[in-house]
């Protein structure tokens, strides 16, 4: 009896200290995953925001806490961003929003990703004024008045607000005004993102009043940073409406601006720009269980959706999270739905574009055979580490703190379950770097995005909208409501970054925030650099794995570091639809804040 009894106990012992020994193991497990991630995510029941600025996610917070729902929170977001982020976009840029109305029990597309002036002429472009934007190909003029699209950010923004916002644009536009009319505080990205864009604004004298300190120099932390002229201009279109800045009093002003600086925006482009911005539906697939869905051409989403349908066929578990086997697999997945975008994506007025077939269980069966045989090809010719293979690192470090991308995510969710991303741009940072007349606005540079070279689906044409990496965010819905609503900027990286990150929660079982945080890849695919020939690759990828996948051939450039902005800047939302709570996430690799209530 008593030596059962203390058979007993030593098993009584042996299972608590195994469990203890298991806590503490997992304790070990989650205070490096806070180490490494920095921050836990945000939680809330009654909203949820996540911007790429803190600034910008209290202007969305603020009208959440008021009673406002995710539209009107998300615009006032995105509209303070003209002062927050105002080298990634503004009210004359461009952008994409994905919307799951609750109340509807639908998600709608909304496309304002801009469009090529009517009266464009390539023969008018000067081929010495370019300046490197993250599009990488060169082929046009980079900055000034002749590479600016029409622009929708600010229709975009009116046409959800009437559509389903509960505010009107007085009341959303308010942190917007003031940020702009009495400046926010320069943070050290805020301080990079100028000096890696001083060229692009230097050569227009309206912009350097605005953009530079004495007429000459960047931004730096410390200074704040205003733009009275634009509050004069927000707060007009808050009282008179939209109207006034596409047909009105500013519009005529800008038009006349472009006239005499040589662009080719006219009155009737501003004008036209309202009835162009219209809800569409949206494209999607089956991925497990969740509906996934994602814009329409002229986006560029669709990448995304084959790159998840062709890992679907893979057990990415048993692979293991970011194993050489997973990247293997997926550098592959994205390299091929890549040549796809290349290839067929664009406005779809002016050409055809296949999205049936590109996303058809047949073809995607077919590329993913592709994928597994290049791998399989790789394997078999695995050799030790090269040089060909390692991209060598700058010979100076000094451009690391030098950015030049220009295009910002946000996301919201409300009480009342509606949910939105939306991603918006410049183009190029600080955009064309052209201000137009004294109204403060500077325009997006979107016609860079698009192809001289004829015949190409994204091919630059008077009238067409600009195909778009911008359009891609996605919305993950199960038994008919969102589950995971996530977006990044990035350039063509965003196609890259947004998967990453969803199968990470998805698939990996990761928390939004660290679903975001986590080491990502991209390909170098720019512009012309289609199919891609080196990636990036953040460091805190297992060095073993770098190595191996060097070795099967890879070139990998590592320079960037642990963290870098260049494989994006994501930010999502999860809400569970059982509890109802929400879990916001937001990109460390810049200045993302994700706040709940």
């Given at each position: 009896m008593n030596r059962q009894k203390i058979s007993t106990s030593r098993t009584v012992i042996l299972v608590f200290g195994m469990a203890t020994f298991l806590i503490l193991l997992n304790l070990q497990v989650y205070a490096q995953a806070a180490k490494d991630n920095l921050r836990p995510a945000a939680l809330g029941k009654n909203g949820m925001i996540a911007t790429a600025n803190p600034l910008a996610t209290l202007a969305g917070q603020k009208i959440l806490v008021k009673g406002g729902n995710a539209i009107d929170a998300i615009v006032a977001a995105a509209a303070s961003l003209n002062a927050a982020e105002p080298y990634m976009s503004g009210t004359a840029g461009v952008g994409y929003m994905l919307f799951y109305s609750a109340k509807e029990n639908r998600v709608r597309s909304l496309v304002f990703g801009g469009w090529v002036p009517e009266t464009f002429r390539i023969t008018k472009f000067k081929i010495d004024v370019k300046v490197a934007d993250g599009a990488g190909h060169g082929a046009m003029e980079s900055i000034g008045p002749r590479i600016a699209s029409v622009p929708g950010n600010l229709a975009g923004w009116a046409k959800a607000l009437k559509d389903y916002g509960t505010m009107p644009l007085s009341e959303v536009f308010e942190s917007a005004i003031d940020y702009l009319e009495n400046g926010v505080p320069i943070t050290e990205f805020d301080q990079a993102m100028w000096a890696g864009t001083v060229k692009r604004i230097a050569p227009h004298a309206e912009s350097r009043k605005i953009f530079f300190k004495n007429d000459k120099d960047p931004y730096v932390i410390g200074d704040y940073f205003s733009n009275k002229p634009l509050a004069k201009t927000m707060r007009r279109i808050a009282t008179e409406g939209i109207d006034v800045f596409y047909k009105g009093e500013i519009a005529k002003e800008m038009a006349a601006a472009f006239a005499r600086d040589g662009g080719f925006i006219t009155e009737k482009d501003l004008a036209s720009v309202p009835e162009k911005v219209q809800w569409v539906d949206p494209i999607s697939i089956k991925y497990r269980d969740y509906t996934v869905y994602n814009n329409p051409?002229?986006?560029?989403?669709?990448?995304?959706?084959?790159?998840?349908?062709?890992?679907?066929?893979?057990?990415?578990?048993?692979?293991?999270?970011?194993?050489?086997?997973?990247l293997a697999h997926l550098l592959e997945a994205v390299n091929l739905s890549r040549i796809d975008t290349d290839k067929y994506i664009g406005d779809p007025k002016f050409v055809t574009v296949p999205v049936?077939?590109?996303l058809s269980d047949a073809y995607i069966a077919k590329q993913r055979e592709k994928v597994i045989a290049k791998v399989k090809e790789r394997k078999a010719g695995l050799k030790p580490e090269t040089?060909?293979?390692?991209?060598?690192?700058?010979?100076?470090d000094s451009n690391a703190s030098k950015y030049r991308y220009a295009t910002t995510s946000l996301s919201a969710v409300d009480k009342w379950g509606n949910a939105v991303v939306i991603i918006q741009t410049h183009g190029g940072g600080f955009g064309s770097g052209y201000v137009a007349g004294n109204t403060g606005v500077v325009f997006n540079s979107a016609l860079d995005w698009m192809t001289l070279e004829p015949g190409k689906a994204n091919t630059v044409a008077p009238g067409k909208a600009v195909g778009w990496c911008i359009g891609g965010m996605m919305q993950f819905h199960k038994?008919?409501?969102?589950?995971?609503?996530?977006?990044?900027?990035?350039?063509?990286?965003?196609?890259?970054?947004?998967p990453q990150v969803a199968m990470n929660n998805i698939d990996f079982g990761m928390n939004i925030q660290d679903a975001i945080s986590a080491p990502r890849f991209r390909w170098k695919d720019e512009l012309g650099s289609v199919p891609a020939k080196e990636i990036i690759m953040e460091t805190r990828v297992q060095p073993g794995v770098i190595k191996t996948l060097r070795g099967m051939g890879y070139v990998i450039d590592t320079s960037l570091g642990d963290w870098s902005m260049t494989v994006g800047g994501a930010q999502g939302i999860t809400i569970d639809q059982k509890t109802g709570w929400l879990m916001g996430g937001a990109d460390l690799r810049r200045n993302g804040y994700a706040v709940g209530w």
């Amino acid at each position: 009896m008593n030596r059962q009894k203390i058979s007993t106990s030593r098993t009584v012992i042996l299972v608590f200290g195994m469990a203890t020994f298991l806590i503490l193991l997992n304790l070990q497990v989650y205070a490096q995953a806070a180490k490494d991630n920095l921050r836990p995510a945000a939680l809330g029941k009654n909203g949820m925001i996540a911007t790429a600025n803190p600034l910008a996610t209290l202007a969305g917070q603020k009208i959440l806490v008021k009673g406002g729902n995710a539209i009107d929170a998300i615009v006032a977001a995105a509209a303070s961003l003209n002062a927050a982020e105002p080298y990634m976009s503004g009210t004359a840029g461009v952008g994409y929003m994905l919307f799951y109305s609750a109340k509807e029990n639908r998600v709608r597309s909304l496309v304002f990703g801009g469009w090529v002036p009517e009266t464009f002429r390539i023969t008018k472009f000067k081929i010495d004024v370019k300046v490197a934007d993250g599009a990488g190909h060169g082929a046009m003029e980079s900055i000034g008045p002749r590479i600016a699209s029409v622009p929708g950010n600010l229709a975009g923004w009116a046409k959800a607000l009437k559509d389903y916002g509960t505010m009107p644009l007085s009341e959303v536009f308010e942190s917007a005004i003031d940020y702009l009319e009495n400046g926010v505080p320069i943070t050290e990205f805020d301080q990079a993102m100028w000096a890696g864009t001083v060229k692009r604004i230097a050569p227009h004298a309206e912009s350097r009043k605005i953009f530079f300190k004495n007429d000459k120099d960047p931004y730096v932390i410390g200074d704040y940073f205003s733009n009275k002229p634009l509050a004069k201009t927000m707060r007009r279109i808050a009282t008179e409406g939209i109207d006034v800045f596409y047909k009105g009093e500013i519009a005529k002003e800008m038009a006349a601006a472009f006239a005499r600086d040589g662009g080719f925006i006219t009155e009737k482009d501003l004008a036209s720009v309202p009835e162009k911005v219209q809800w569409v539906d949206p494209i999607s697939i089956k991925y497990r269980d969740y509906t996934v869905y994602n814009n329409p051409p002229p986006g560029m989403g669709l990448q995304q959706l084959q790159t998840l349908k062709i890992m679907e066929g893979f057990d990415l578990q048993k692979m293991g999270h970011n194993s050489v086997d997973y990247l293997a697999h997926l550098l592959e997945a994205v390299n091929l739905s890549r040549i796809d975008t290349d290839k067929y994506i664009g406005d779809p007025k002016f050409v055809t574009v296949p999205v049936d077939m590109l996303l058809s269980d047949a073809y995607i069966a077919k590329q993913r055979e592709k994928v597994i045989a290049k791998v399989k090809e790789r394997k078999a010719g695995l050799k030790p580490e090269t040089s060909q293979n390692i991209s060598p690192d700058p010979a100076d470090d000094s451009n690391a703190s030098k950015y030049r991308y220009a295009t910002t995510s946000l996301s919201a969710v409300d009480k009342w379950g509606n949910a939105v991303v939306i991603i918006q741009t410049h183009g190029g940072g600080f955009g064309s770097g052209y201000v137009a007349g004294n109204t403060g606005v500077v325009f997006n540079s979107a016609l860079d995005w698009m192809t001289l070279e004829p015949g190409k689906a994204n091919t630059v044409a008077p009238g067409k909208a600009v195909g778009w990496c911008i359009g891609g965010m996605m919305q993950f819905h199960k038994d008919g409501k969102p589950q995971l609503i996530v977006g990044s900027p990035g350039s063509f990286g965003i196609l890259q970054s947004v998967p990453q990150v969803a199968m990470n929660n998805i698939d990996f079982g990761m928390n939004i925030q660290d679903a975001i945080s986590a080491p990502r890849f991209r390909w170098k695919d720019e512009l012309g650099s289609v199919p891609a020939k080196e990636i990036i690759m953040e460091t805190r990828v297992q060095p073993g794995v770098i190595k191996t996948l060097r070795g099967m051939g890879y070139v990998i450039d590592t320079s960037l570091g642990d963290w870098s902005m260049t494989v994006g800047g994501a930010q999502g939302i999860t809400i569970d639809q059982k509890t109802g709570w929400l879990m916001g996430g937001a990109d460390l690799r810049r200045n993302g804040y994700a706040v709940g209530w």
